[in-house]
């Protein structure tokens, strides 16, 4: 898979306490957007569907336990990873 600079995912706050927004610019595409455990296990689908240019969503951290998670968002070509700390 390739990444391009077009394709931004962005986290914040991070760390997060309750909330989190998450921030994505990518070319009009199919989007998914998942977090993982430590042990690249999936722990939740944050966001299935169609994106547009800038997208943005907002994710509750509230009832996680502390710890360091990884966020993917990937396309059908593209995946970006990137690392939230959860408090």
């Known amino acids: 898979l390739n ?5 931004n995912l962005t986290i914040y706050p991070n760390p997060a306490e309750s909330t989190t927004r998450i921030g994505l610019d990518v070319k009009q595409e199919h989007v998914v ?3 993982y455990n430590v042990l690249s296990q999936k722990e939740q689908v944050i966001y299935d569907g169609f994106v547009s240019d800038s997208f943005e969503t907002m994710f509750d951290v509230s009832n ?3 710890g360091v998670y990884v966020i993917t968002a990937k396309t059908t070509s593209q995946i970006l990873v ?3 700390v959860i408090q």
């Open 3 to 7: 990444t391009y600079e077009d394709f």
């Open 33 to 35: 957007i998942e977090l």
């Open 64 to 66: 996680m336990e502390a």
């Open 82 to 84: 990137n690392k939230i």
